[in-house]
């Protein structure tokens, strides 16, 4: 039977959070699952950073972003 609990691991040790219905000495297998850690906005900052780097040409966009304003009877200039 697979069940998954709660435990904490502290000085060494595994301590169960939760009741398990198991005899003294009865032997199971244990999968440690690490809970994500919050992340802080600065370090949500670092990791996104460059992300978005070479998936555009912002040159072409900024093209069809002024061509589409003239279409509409604009004339910007920058």
């Known amino acids: 039977m ?15 959070l939760e009741e398990v219905d198991m005899k003294e000495g009865e032997e199971l297998t244990v999968t440690i699952e690490e809970e994500p850690r919050p992340v802080s906005s600065k370090e949500a900052f670092n990791r996104a950073a ?3 780097k070479d998936t555009m040409d912002f040159d072409a966009f900024l093209r069809d972003l002024y061509a589409s304003r003239r279409a509409l009877g604009r004339d910007l200039t920058l």
């Open 2 to 16: 697979v069940r998954a609990i709660k435990a904490r691991y502290r000085r060494g040790k595994i301590e169960l």
């Open 50 to 52: 460059g992300a978005w």
